[in-house]
């Protein structure tokens, strides 16, 4: 997905598995159909915060026209990003566990998933390098940008924002975990019973949704640095002197543009993710090839 939203998979595919454990490869697939799903059918509220994000402004970089535009890179990388992130989580969930003493804490999914975010966002960043441009008009094809990129920057240019992104889904996890857990624990209390797989949904999109809106401002860097056109001169070059500069020439509020449609993104999208994903392995069971 967008590294955006990328996004609260962890708590989904947690909250989707709890009802009826699944075997790894399935849950993988079924995962990657999910996240398809949520990255497809919410394309439009991501080209709002890209546009609103951009230095150019909305409408400059295209208002309300040419919503699906960079949906084929976004659908494209959504998959694979999926399954990066579901695998080393998973892998690192349990070596960070074994560590310490089989001895489970929220903190060390949190832990967990960063390393997931780290892996996962070998793919996603060249994949969201070329969504956006395409969303803001930078380009008119894949191709273009694909081209374009490789004769200006090389390999590298597709991971412009490689490291802001990161240091946006580090917290996004350890603000994300803490609040799910809390919700889950008082839901669960107050219906004196465990909370339900879609319970367990709405919880995680809630908190993701706060997690969201928290680390905007990170989101908003990573945009701009991805964005930036390709120059001998860059303005935006890191993620501290990027929101220094944003926040001195715009204004601190600045810092939180397209913070609607990402909020609405994550929350909406953990609902379509769950609907997916149970759909997909229900489908997938139906082969018989897990059995």
Known sequence: PPP?????????????????????TLALVAGGVAGTSVDVSLHPLDTLRTRLQSQEGFWKSGGFKGMYRGIFSAALGSAPGAAFFFSTYETMKKVIKSTAGDKEHWTQHSAASACGEVA??????????????????HYNSFSEAVTTT??????????????????????????????YESFKKT????????????????????????????????????TRIMLEKHSDVKKYTGTVT???????????LA??????????????????????????????WRTKMWD
């Open 187 to 222: 839901w669960a209390g107050y219906q004196g019973a465990e909370t339900t797989p879609v319970q367990g949904a709405l919880c995680g999109s809630v908190a993701g949704a706060i997690a969201g809106g928290l680390t905007t401002p990170l989101d908003v860097a990573k």
């Open 150 to 179: 490789l004769k200006h920057s090389g390999v590298r240019g597709f991971y412009a924002g490689y490291g802001t992104t990161v240091f946006r889904e580090i917290p996004f996890a350890f603000i994300q975990f803490p609040i």
């Open 255 to 284: 810092l939180f543009k397209g913070i609607e449609p990402r909020v609405m993104w994550i929350t909406i999208g953990g609902f379509i993710f769950f609907g997916a994903y149970e759909q997909a392995t229900a489908l997938l």
């Open 4 to 24: 955006a939203a990328a996004q609260p998979q962890r708590l989904r595919l947690s909250a989707a598995m709890s009802e009826k454990p699944s075997p790894f």
């Open 120 to 137: 996962a966002c070998l793919v996603r960043v060249p994949t969201a390098v070329v969504t956006q441009n395409m969303q803001v008009g």
């Open 242 to 252: 990027t929101l220094r500069t944003i926040a001195a020439e715009e204004g601190a």
